[in-house]
Structures are given as structure tokens and as C-alpha cells.
């Protein structure tokens, strides 16, 4: 998937980039194209739902039966569930996922470095 992120959005280029000489607005500009293509390469290989399906901000209850994978309680936790308290980020899941296979290079290459020879 890091790869798929790099190829279509140069995200890793982004991210190794040092942004602190830069403007915000030079900033802002390059955000743009990699949000663009790393969006798309995720809409292409992967659905991804809420891990909770309620409105961030609202009051949640969390039984007994807490997927620990799924709901990170954060804040006073004490005692035993129920536990109740404010959603600050739903979560993600996967719902599907169909990735290309892997090329000669493995999981170890996540892009080639590239020459253009004259």
C-alpha cells in the first residue's frame, strides 16, 4: 500500500521532504496533489468504514464486550464497562482490500530511484 501511496501521490517524497524553509502556501499547493493521488490510489485498492459508527462529538457507551482493536478508551478510565464518554475519532476499518500483486522487487523497494538517460 506504501508504495501504491508513493507511486500515485508521492506521498513518501513528501514526508521525507524537510517542509521548514517553505511557505504555507507553497505548502498548501504541494498538499493538494499528494492528498489528490494518495486519495485515489485508496478509493482504487481499499474500502475503508468507521471502526464506530457514530457522530464525532457525541456521547458513546461501551459495554462489556470492548473490541480493544477497534475502541482505544482514552481520558479517566477506571473501573469496569460500561464506560461512557465523548467520541473524538470514529476509526478506521478495512472493508475490502485488493492490492496488485507484488513486483520482482518484493515489500523491501517501495520506488525505484529513476534515471533518464539522454
Same mark, same amino acid.
Not at 493521488?37 to 485498492?45: E, I, S, W
Not at 464518554?85 to 476499518?93: D, I, K, S
Given at each position: 500500500?506504501?508504495a501504491l501511496?508513493?507511486?500515485d501521490?508521492r506521498?513518501?517524497?513528501f514526508?521525507m521532504?524537510?517542509i521548514?524553509p517553505?511557505?504555507?502556501t507553497?505548502?498548501?499547493?504541494?498538499?493538494?496533489?499528494v492528498?489528490?493521488?494518495? +486519495?485515489?490510489? =485508496?478509493?482504487?485498492y481499499v &474500502?475503508?468504514? %468507521?471502526a464506530l459508527?457514530?457522530?464525532e462529538?457525541? /456521547?458513546v457507551? $461501551?459495554d462489556h464486550a470492548?473490541?480493544?482493536? +477497534?475502541?482505544? =478508551?482514552?481520558?479517566?478510565? &477506571?473501573g469496569? %464497562?460500561?464506560?461512557?464518554g465523548?467520541?473524538?475519532h /470514529?476509526?478506521? $476499518?478495512?472493508d475490502?482490500?485488493e492490492l496488485?500483486?507484488l513486483g520482482?522487487?518484493?515489500?523491501q523497494?517501495?520506488? %525505484?530511484?529513476?534515471?533518464?538517460?539522454a
Amino acid at each position: 500500500m506504501l508504495a501504491l501511496l508513493q507511486r500515485d501521490g508521492r506521498l513518501i517524497d513528501f514526508l521525507m521532504e524537510d517542509i521548514t524553509p517553505y511557505a504555507d502556501t507553497q505548502i498548501g499547493a504541494a498538499v493538494r496533489s499528494v492528498h489528490a493521488g494518495c +486519495r485515489q490510489a =485508496l478509493g482504487r485498492y481499499v &474500502s475503508l468504514v %468507521p471502526a464506530l459508527d457514530a457522530p464525532e462529538g457525541t /456521547r458513546v457507551t $461501551v459495554d462489556h464486550a470492548i473490541d480493544v482493536a +477497534r475502541i482505544k =478508551l482514552i481520558g479517566n478510565v &477506571s473501573g469496569e %464497562p460500561p464506560f461512557t464518554g465523548v467520541l473524538h475519532h /470514529r476509526g478506521w $476499518v478495512v472493508d475490502r482490500m485488493e492490492l496488485p500483486p507484488l513486483g520482482a522487487a518484493g515489500r523491501q523497494v517501495i520506488a %525505484p530511484a529513476e534515471i533518464e538517460v539522454a
